[in-house]
């Protein structure tokens, strides 16, 4: 059982999030069973740390994004205006035209609600599955998209409505689209540790995007809807000594 630690800098603000705890707890402990009986979740991490936005990125951590998880410990805030917040800021500093897809983009980034932040959390969990063969070592640099990308499908396609999936691949497609001439001028399997290190939050998210978009490809297109057949391929991969690069070997170069 996971410990709820819980990090904020007064009552009030407990006050403030602890509904929002509340129903991300509630939907974790279905999830946590999912991933048990099918995705071989075997050690949980010790603890929770639930916590603001700007605790989390300034205080527990400097990565930019509040919420991430180690071998003992995910840290979360829970906060549905926060996260909106946290998305919209991914235009400050960027100079974009005014547009339609720029208006749909910030439209349903206003429109998250608990669920979609749910997903976030189950992001973290799923990290802790035994089907990633390098999870929390010290170097992870030659597949990190793939166990990035994996978190992300699971956790959305196994816990949004139909339509609120396709509504999100719309979304992701059109900031791939948007960003990745910027951005985007690298393979997948460059994605690394070092990648948190970069000063545009946008450049930081299209490598998540990017890597959930060629899982969606790979489970729902090329092993028609079959997950456990991308694992077992990826397993493949890695027990033959990860003699070529993962995109390569998966055929998705172009994402």
């Known amino acids: 059982m996971m410990k709820q630690i819980y990090a904020f800098e007064s009552i009030q603000d407990f006050e403030n999030y602890k509904d929002e705890i509340q129903l991300l707890n509630n939907n974790l402990n279905m999830y946590k069973e999912l991933l048990i009986n099918q995705f071989e979740l075997i050690e949980l991490p010790k603890t929770i740390v639930w916590t603001s936005s700007k605790n989390a990125t300034t205080v527990f951590s400097q990565v930019p994004v509040?919420?991430?998880?180690n071998r003992e410990t995910i840290y979360m805030s829970p906060s549905v205006?926060?996260?909106?917040?946290?998305?919209?800021?991914?235009?400050?500093g960027e100079e974009l035209e005014?547009?339609?897809?720029?208006?749909?983009?910030?439209?349903?980034?206003?429109?998250?609600?608990?669920?979609?932040?749910?997903?976030?959390?189950?992001?973290?969990?799923?990290h802790h599955i035994e089907l990633f063969p390098d999870e929390f070592e010290d170097e992870r640099n030659n597949s990190i998209w793939f166990e990035e990308g994996m978190c992300e499908y699971l956790s959305q396609r196994m816990t949004l409505s139909e339509q609120r999936y396709n509504e999100l691949r719309k979304n992701e497609n059109l900031l791939i689209k948007l960003f990745k001439p910027k951005y985007g001028g690298f393979s997948l399997d460059d994605f690394g540790a070092g990648s948190y290190h970069q000063t545009s939050l946008a450049s930081?998210?299209?490598?998540?995007?990017?890597?959930?978009?060629?899982?969606?490809?790979?489970?729902e297109c090329r092993y028609e809807g079959?997950?456990?057949?991308?694992?077992?391929?990826?397993e493949e991969w890695h027990e033959k000594g990860r003699q070529?690069?993962?995109?390569?070997?998966?055929?998705?170069?172009?994402?």
């Open 66 to 69: 509040p919420a991430y998880t």
């Open 81 to 92: 205006s926060e996260w909106k917040a946290f998305y919209l800021s991914l235009f400050d």
């Open 98 to 126: 005014k547009s339609d897809e720029i208006e749909y983009i910030k439209q349903y980034f206003q429109s998250l609600t608990i669920d979609d932040v749910f997903c976030i959390l189950a992001h973290e969990l799923t």
């Open 204 to 219: 930081i998210m299209l490598k998540y995007w990017r890597s959930t978009a060629a899982i969606h490809f790979l489970v």
């Open 226 to 234: 079959d997950v456990k057949k991308v694992f077992s391929k990826y």
């Open 244 to 255: 070529q690069p993962l995109t390569e070997y998966f055929g998705v170069e172009k994402f």
